[in-house]
């Protein structure tokens, strides 16, 4: 069965530093992979995602992500952040059912805190 | 376009009483979930479907029931509300490729 793990619960830093966010999964079949950011009460919004082709996946506001098959990581990075970053970020993995189509499964969550 | 609409945008149920969320999208989508967000916990997978007639259970589905009826709508049942079932539950379509779009998200108390 597929997981995720993200690594960090909590990432503090401060505005204009760059910033990782570790990812990793677990599947025994290719997989298709996300990032997904949620504001303070208000629903998720795609950061970007991975499908196919070149592993480094650039999306919007300035993320970008890097697939590794071999360490089976999908790593969310932005080279300078802003306090407006501030959000709760989840990395997911799709599931194929033989059923119904794909879903998705979801890590814990990150909550990256930009101070000044 | 509205997109993914939720209903009721908060609920509070007393233990044992049953109700429905419900959830509307106007994408023409084929694919529906349902995902349930508790602290800590991320977003886990209730149910979901791919079309009129066709469900099928995600990670947490105990104590819920879905159903498909139309392309639009996909509702989820409480039958019996406990207070484990204290949350935030949000709905979400599928477009094309594989990208989900959610809705506002019901929060839900059950005392």
């Known amino acids: 069965a597929q997981s995720v793990t993200q690594l960090d619960s909590q990432v503090p830093v401060f505005e204009e530093a760059p910033v990782e966010l570790r990812c990793n999964y677990s599947?025994?079949?290719?997989?298709?992979l996300f990032w997904y950011v949620q504001y303070p009460n208000q629903g998720l919004q795609l950061l970007l995602k991975?499908?196919?082709?070149?592993?480094l996946v650039k999306g919007i506001n300035g993320f970008e992500a890097e697939f590794n098959k071999s360490q089976t990581s999908f790593h969310l990075r932005k080279p300078s952040v802003h306090i407006s970053d501030t959000a709760e970020y989840f990395c997911?993995?799709?599931?194929?059912?033989?059923?119904?189509?794909?879903?998705?499964?979801f890590g814990k969550g990150t909550t990256l805190s930009v101070s000044s | 376009n509205a997109g993914v609409t939720q209903t009721p945008k908060f609920q509070v149920l007393k233990t044992g009483q049953s109700m429905t969320l419900q959830c509307a999208q106007d994408?023409?989508?084929?694919?529906m979930s349902w995902y349930r967000q508790d602290p800590g916990m991320g977003l886990r997978l209730i149910h979901y479907s791919v079309g009129a007639g066709i469900t099928d259970q995600g990670e947490v589905p105990n104590g819920y029931n879905v159903s498909r009826s139309t392309t639009e709508d996909f509702p989820l049942r409480l039958l019996s509300a406990a207070p484990s079932q204290t949350s935030v539950y949000f709905c979400a379509t599928q477009g094309s490729p594989y990208e989900q779009y959610f809705g506002p998200g019901t929060r839900l108390t059950v005392t």
């Open positions: 991975y499908l196919s082709g070149s592993t």
């Open positions: 997911a993995v799709s599931v194929l059912s033989n059923q119904a189509g794909t879903a998705l499964i």
């Open positions: 599947s025994s079949v290719s997989v298709y």
């Open positions: 994408m023409n989508h084929e694919y």
